[in-house]
């Protein structure tokens, strides 16, 4: 009887949305601060991270991670901006944004925060007498723009773990509480994922997501992904 191993690459995907809303709602290392003395916050945050790793010479893989945060607060008062960036194992961020624009909107107050996490992944050699390869592009992302608003978000990725995974995590709410956030956010991902063999077996799926919403809101979402290699 003759049998054979076949490297699948799958995933387990898990999204958690909620929103409430007087509005609309559509669901379909270089670091540095600068803060101004006229109550301006501004930060950008880029990094780009990659292991490559053996196995017994006969599995290989490379994880690439791609990781920008940027926020900006003007004309602004009582707020308070915390970023945390840590790649001991992989890459992990934590950030919370509190703003709270001066008078009203109509003096040009307004925070705006963008933050991308990328995950790129290719396995090779998962059978022993076969060039097996798996590719996997994951992407999530977050952008909020307005006044009077709490902003927390929290990033994982663990690019030496086996499998692979990317976890991300966004709250926005008003910045007293019981308020609601006044603006507009969007958060999302996207995935790409391939797998085939030099026996001419090839396998595609694509994957994409994003909610929004704008006026008055409170927003959270959870993101998580998971690669699974099966032999």
């Given at each position: ?10 995933a ?102 963008t933050?991308n ?64 956030a ?14 085939g ?35």
């Open positions: 009887m003759n049998t054979r191993r076949v490297a699948i690459i799958g387990m995907i898990a999204i958690l949305t909620l929103i409430s809303a007087i509005g609309s709602v559509n669901a379909d290392v270089s670091f540095s601060y600068n803060f101004t003395g006229n109550c301006d916050i501004k930060a950008n945050d880029n990094y780009k991270g990659e292991v490559i790793s053996y196995e017994a010479k006969a599995k290989s893989s490379i994880n690439e991670v791609q990781y920008s945060f940027n926020a900006l607060g003007t004309n602004s008062t009582n707020s308070s901006l915390y970023h945390s960036l840590d790649t001991v194992k992989g890459l992990e961020t934590n950030s919370i944004f509190n703003y709270a624009a001066k008078g009203n909107s109509t003096e040009g107050g307004v925070m705006d925060m933050e996490i990328g995950l790129t992944s290719i396995y090779s050699g998962y059978a022993s007498k076969s060039n097996e390869a798996s590719y996997e592009e994951v992407n999530a992302y977050s952008k909020l723009a307005g006044t009077n608003m709490l902003t927390a978000t929290a990033a994982k990725v663990g690019i030496a773990d086996d499998p692979v995974g990317l976890q991300y995590k966004i709250y926005a709410d008003g910045q007293t509480e019981g308020a609601w006044n603006g507009k956010v969007s958060a999302g991902v996207s995935m790409y994922i391939a797998n063999s030099d026996r001419g077996l090839w396998s595609k799926w694509s994957y994409e997501e994003e909610s929004t919403a704008s006026g008055s809101f409170e927003f959270y979402k959870i993101i998580a992904y998971t690669s699974k290699i099966m032999n």
